[in-house]
């Protein structure tokens, strides 16, 4: 079996077959997602938490539908409301968690590393559902999903990442599949939101989206993190959208079967156009969507294997 992690904590430890393993049993998952009849065994009998410490809207949801999907009970924590408010610790809270015998646990959290912390403390499957900036590795897998479906390959590919790429982890996590798997990555962005020491992951700089989009098959956008800014990353909005914002006359320097992408939620008329955005020609912001619950249910159902294959060699140890 190709893939061997215990938890999905980040792309960064995974290797290129793991990933290419797990896309293909995603695409399968695609094709049952497309039936009447959605629903798999592959998780009977097994419970999923989802712990969500920061608003998420379309990560949630879609991993709670790909574990109801393959038949796990659901459950969501919810966090705002939990002890957490009276001052509990996140490693108390993970124990107590622990305590109720979940087989996945599913973590989004503001701090990076706070999801590694607790993966190190329970006795189940983790997977990161976002930390801080750190990484996001469904979202990239997700898209990395789209592009593999979309353009017929993963690899040798042009993919132009634009935007808040200082304060995205769902940047990092795609900088480094698509580098393992042999893509030409640009950033393209204002200075003040490209930090340089992001070359060290092998990619390009341009802070003119002209240059940076010239001849490229991907347009990734990302959003503008206001949440994580602390003030003077941009003059305004409105200036950003006339440099950096994808619109029709920008899309024109990529190659005319350029696909674009987002991970949402949009800003339409900050990095984003509306009309580019709901082109069905060019736009695939709805099937990345899409994609997400089968890339999550393809997580959850390789993470359970080896989960079962752990406690089988552990005989009535709980692992
Ligand atoms: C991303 C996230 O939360 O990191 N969104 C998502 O998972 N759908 C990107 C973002 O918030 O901009």
Redesign the pocket.
Known sequence: MAFRQKHLLGIEPLHPDEITALLDVADRYVDLSRQPNKHSDALKGLTQINMFF?N????QSSFELAGKRLGADVMNMAMQASSIKKGETLIDTALTLNAMHPDLLVV?HPHSGAVDLLAQKVNCAVLNA?DGRHE?PT?ALLDALTIRRAKGRLHRLNIAICGDIAH???ARSNLMLLGKMENRVRLVGPPTLVPQQFREFGCEIYDDMAEGLKDVDVVMM??L?KERMDGGFIPSEREYFYRYGLDADKLAHAKPDAIVMH???MNRGVEIDGTIADDINRSVIQEQVEMGVAVRMAAMDLLARNLRTDREANKGVMV
């Open positions: 920061e998420s809207t379309r990560t989004r976002g996001h979202q995205s982890r769902v990302l959003r993190q991970p949402g939620p």
